[in-house]
């Protein structure tokens, strides 16, 4: 069946060290997206990216890096820069180009740093 | 700037009543899509519903509908025949006009009472 795979479902991680989010999809969709979602919060915005080879940064880039060397393929990085990681993360895709079509979500990761 | 409120933290209903969960948004942008997803506990985000901001008709899949409201910038969702399972977080969204970045609110947490 089609969808989003993000693993692992559950991290822990000790502060100074890079961990490395999976999202894979396999919808065909073009346009990938990673959410951080806080306690009492909504969603907001990591990155995204239109196509292989290129993102952009969202609302809170700030400690994160991502790659999209393939379209199904949008891993994230929570570097030690990020000062605060502990949160759920959330990666999304969505059908094509422009103002169309709604964001499939895959089942999230949570990060906890002790 | 896009912004979503939600006002309600939450909301309690008796099973099998209707409820409706208050969405308002801000754009200057004539061209924009509004979207409701709920969250259960389990973290996945499933979407319910959408409306376009051209669209005349209030959108309605199955016991959801959209109360659209365009003058007011409101976009209510409304759930018939509340069920045990609807208990859950619900956001809602708006997506900007270049369709690259959606916008979400803090989310409504729906309780259903038997």
């Known amino acids: 069946d089609g969808g989003i795979t993000q693993s692992p479902k559950y991290l822990f991680r000790k502060e100074g060290q890079n961990v490395t989010l999976s999202c894979e999809q396999n919808l065909n969709h073009d346009a990938m997206y990673w959410y951080r979602q806080d306690p009492g919060q909504g969603l907001r915005l990591i990155y995204y990216s239109q196509i292989v080879n290129d993102f952009q940064k969202g609302d809170i880039a700030e400690g994160y890096s991502v790659s999209r060397e393939k379209k199904e393929s949008f891993p994230l990085t929570v570097t030690s820069a990020q000062k605060n990681p502990t949160a759920f993360y959330l990666c999304?895709?969505?059908w094509g180009q422009g103002n169309t079509g709604e964001l499939f979500f895959g089942e999230g990761s949570r990060l906890t740093v002790l | 700037a896009q912004k979503i409120t939600q006002t309600q933290p939450g909301m309690f209903v008796q099973e099998k009543e209707a409820v409706t969960l208050d969405c308002t948004y801000d754009?200057?942008?004539?061209?924009?899509?509004l979207f409701w997803y709920k969250q259960p506990s389990s973290g996945e985000m499933i979407f319910l519903i959408y409306q376009g901001s051209y669209d005349q008709q209030n959108a309605t899949e199955g016991r959801y509908s959209l109360n659209f409201q365009k003058a007011r910038k409101s976009a209510n969702l409304v759930i018939s025949a509340s069920q045990l399972g609807d208990s859950a977080m619900y956001f809602c969204?708006?997506?900007?006009?270049?369709?690259?970045?959606?916008?979400f609110g803090t989310g409504t947490s729906l309780t259903v009472i038997p």
């Open positions: 999304a895709s969505r």
């Open positions: 969204a708006m997506r900007g006009p270049t369709g690259n970045q959606f916008y």
């Open positions: 754009t200057s942008d004539p061209s924009y899509g």
